[in-house]
């Protein structure tokens, strides 16, 4: 497997050479200071891909091999506003990867709030931090301090007595930490939104549900599918993080049911999946071994995490856990890709080794003292890849041990 590392541009306070140190040779960005809705020029991918490869100080051995994400824009997910302008945007980029040679294309179509957490530092027992999503401290934000209409009906009698306690022992600097935690919104972005403006942007989808918003998936692959299939690009969406409907949103990327929904109805080459098993491990009905011999030849791209749930529920509380612990069988992900890259590549597939990248990590040593990108830590990612690397060197071994 190609072993990538996301990086956040020339301001990522983890540099090109650490990424190189820690073994990555591939590179995932994505040019997030732009909108949405603005396309990606020529000059401005070049830059980038040029920044990666030249690196600050002289080359750098890496490339520029995976673009996470290539944003879908709130009125494409919805069909409002601007979104035919926004489709040609989308496709415009498409054209400027192309020429780059930048083939695989990362999305994902969750409504308004990317990956959710209520605690990016909680502590482990050994002493470094990993980031949690507590179902009852979440339902405090949404019952107490976003004070939902509605949101009621979305939590059970025992969610909401445990909601008003965590509220309950809250001062307003707490409360404040965790909307800022809950509305950290992108990854690169460098602030959370107000509740004013998560307001506004939860009230976008009145009126949508999840059948809805499936067939604005289905709409869009249809607008942007046929463009990538042209140019030998291959768009694979992210699941829902975590997978489960929250603040009363349709969340329709979350099971293996809804991909194979979505992949039979636009059946391509150029329409796949980022298996991510960080996000679609948070359900216990979410087999990912499973999954990736089912999905393989539409995985696209791989982010190997691993999680713990407090409950085998859905929704649940869950940590993110060290990547060979927690409840993912990683080495039988693993060895499923492996097996999918060796039909490629008797196939004679272009794309037969399938980019993989550490997806988060504990933050643990010197990353306690970097007040870095949450879940993005040096040391914890460099120690998740070194395990992943690890499984794969053991499974593509082959023989005996001499
Ligand atoms: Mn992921």
């Excluded at 919104?185 to 009145?206: F, I, T, V």
């Excluded at 933050?363 to 990612?381: F, K, N, T």
């Excluded at 395990?387 to 053991?394: F, I, P, Q, S, T």
């Amino acid at each position: 497997m190609r072993q990538t590392w996301r990086w956040f541009g020339p301001h990522d306070t983890i540099g090109l050479s650490d990424i190189r140190q820690a073994g990555a040779r591939g590179i995932v960005t994505a040019l997030h200071d732009l909108p949405a809705s603005v396309p990606w020029s020529d000059d401005a991918v070049v830059t980038r891909q040029r920044a990666v490869a030249e690196g600050p100080d002289g080359p750098t051995g890496l490339s520029w091999d995976v673009v996470e994400s290539l944003p879908v824009s709130e009125e494409i997910k919805t069909q409002s506003g601007d979104w035919r302008a926004h489709l040609d945007a989308y496709r415009t980029s498409l054209e400027a990867l192309a020429r780059a040679g930048i083939e695989t294309i990362c999305y994902n179509f969750m409504p308004v709030l990317d990956w959710t957490r209520t605690d990016l530092r909680a502590r482990m027992p050994h002493g470094g931090t990993a980031m949690r999503f507590d179902l009852a401290t979440f339902a405090a934000f949404d019952l107490h301090i976003l004070a939902r209409p509605g949101a009621a009906e979305d939590w059970d009698a025992a969610t909401r007595d445990d909601a008003a306690r965590i509220f309950n022992a809250m001062d307003e600097a707490a409360q404040a930490d965790l909307a800022r935690t809950v509305t950290m919104g992108l990854p690169g972005a460098a602030a959370g939104w107000s509740l004013d403006e998560l307001r506004q942007k939860l009230a976008e989808y009145d009126g949508i549900d999840a059948d809805r918003l499936r067939q604005n998936h289905v709409d869009f692959l249809s607008q942007v599918v046929p463009t990538a299939e042209r140019l030998g690009l291959r768009l694979c969406c992210h699941p829902d993080d975590p997978p489960f409907p929250l603040l009363g949103l349709p969340r329709v990327m979350s099971t293996a049911e809804d991909y194979r929904w979505l992949l039979a109805q636009v059946d391509s080459p150029s329409a796949g999946m980022t298996l991510c098993t960080g996000s679609m491990g948070v359900r216990p009905d979410n087999e990912c071994a499973a999954i990736a011999r089912e999905f393989a030849p539409k995985i696209h791209f791989a982010h190997l995490r691993n999680v713990t749930r407090d409950t085998e529920t859905v929704p649940a509380s869950f940590h993110e856990d060290e990547h060979l612990a927690g409840q993912t069988d990683m080495v039988a992900v693993i060895a499923a890709l492996l097996d999918e890259e060796a039909r490629r590549r008797a196939e004679g597939r272009r794309d037969a080794e399938i980019p993989m990248r550490p997806d988060h990590g504990q933050a643990i040593l010197s990353d306690l003292a970097v007040d870095g990108q949450p879940g993005y830590p040096a040391v914890g990612r460099l120690k998740g890849l070194a395990e992943l690397r690890g499984v794969m060197a053991a499974l593509s071994h082959g023989g005996a041990v001499a």
